[in-house]
């Protein structure tokens, strides 16, 4: 088939890749236009740009598929099915029906659970056990189509966002590429979702990804690795936001008031709602991320020092 690849980030290049290498001919790769990142700011093509552009396709970039133009684009390259990889914006309804097998997404959850933007750090906060990704046809509603295939993924205790991302991206890169032969194949038939279990996963906003201490210390503890490493776990402290890499429970540690330290040479402990947490590396504004302990020694913090303030 010919197949009009729409994807964005990182975790989209596994699936872009799987179906360069199949039977299929990928004849163009839709992303979102290029923007700035980085420290120098500088305006940069989108991971699957990138990969589009070394293997030479043509690559499209409209800031929005409702326009004349965009449309044109679409229709001119004669997809016969468009596979979708968090492309980033929506995809409008005058365009769903022109290719002929329509547009299959692979999203990172067991649908109906965590529709939306965000369903591995929505999965990873609510302390879910198990995850997966799911392939199903778009259709007008958000994350509602019809399901072609499933997979599962075993939540780990020590997973961030960034790490259960990954291994979904690398899985389910291959049940798309098995969804789109059995699609040609006319050997997947789409099965409605279920209405039972439906739940929603909204982007995630550096606003949400504050941590509170006055939680018990599992949930602070799912919530920084949920958030980890975009946009990031953050603490008000000195005016200002310090960053927090994963932390570990210590369920034998002594109590400690919400937000207060306790501070050694080796270790630096937060306290929660429950038991305190032992925090792993911090990252205060304009420098890298660094050991509790390292950063406690160089900003002269002792035992009492209370974060989580307003910043």
Same mark, same amino acid.
């Given at each position: ?7 964005? #980030? ?5 699936? &872009?890749? +799987? ?11 839709l992303t979102r236009p290029d923007a700035r990142s980085g420290r ?6 989108? $991971? ?57 997404? &692979?999203?990172?959850?067991?649908? #109906?659970?965590?529709? =939306?933007?965000? $369903?591995? %750090? ?25 399901v072609f295939g499933v997979l599962t993924e075993r939540i780990r205790?020590?997973?961030? +966002? ?22 040609? +194949? ?5 099965? $409605? %979702? ?10 995630? *906003? ?9 939680? $018990?210390? =599992? ?10 490493? +975009?946009?990031?776990?953050?603490? =008000? ?36 709602? *429950? ?7 911090? %990252? ?13 020694? =160089? ?5 009492g020092t209370v974060i989580g303030g307003d910043a």
């Amino acid at each position: 088939m010919r197949l009009l690849f729409a994807g964005t #980030p990182e975790p989209a290049v596994p699936a &872009l890749r +799987a179906l360069m290498d199949s039977e299929h001919e990928v004849v163009g790769v839709l992303t979102r236009p290029d923007a700035r990142s980085g420290r120098g700011r500088s305006v940069r093509r989108s $991971p699957v740009g990138q990969v589009a552009d070394e293997a030479g396709l043509p690559v499209l970039t409209p800031a929005s598929l409702r326009t004349p133009e965009a449309r044109a684009a679409v229709v001119e390259l004669a997809p016969d099915c468009c596979p979708v990889v968090a492309y980033g914006g929506m995809i409008p309804p005058d365009l769903l029906d022109v290719p002929a097998h329509g547009w299959i997404n &692979l999203h990172f959850s067991l649908l #109906p659970a965590w529709r =939306g933007a965000a $369903p591995v %750090q929505a999965a990873l906060e609510a302390g879910d056990e198990v995850t997966g990704a799911s392939t199903f046809r778009i259709e007008e509603g958000l994350d509602t189509g019809p399901v072609f295939g499933v997979l599962t993924e075993r939540i780990r205790s020590d997973d961030t +966002a960034t790490g259960l991302l990954g291994r979904l991206a690398e899985h389910g890169a291959e049940l798309l590429r098995r969804t789109v032969d059995g699609v040609e +194949a006319g050997a997947l038939d789409a099965r $409605p %979702q279920s209405p039972d279990g439906v739940s929603h996963a909204p982007k995630v *906003t550096v606003d949400a990804a504050r941590v509170r201490f006055d939680r $018990p210390a =599992g949930a602070v503890d799912r919530h920084i690795r949920a958030m980890t490493d +975009a946009p990031g776990a953050w603490v =008000g402290y000195a005016d200002a936001r310090l960053k927090l890499g994963p932390a570990a429970v210590a369920a034998d540690a002594e109590p400690l008031a919400p937000g207060a330290l306790r501070v050694t040479k080796r270790e630096v402990l937060v306290g929660t709602a *429950t038991v305190p947490l032992l925090l792993g590396t911090v %990252q205060p504004p304009g420098k890298k991320p660094m050991p509790a302990a390292d950063w406690a020694r =160089g900003a002269r913090l002792e035992t009492g020092t209370v974060i989580g303030g307003d910043a």
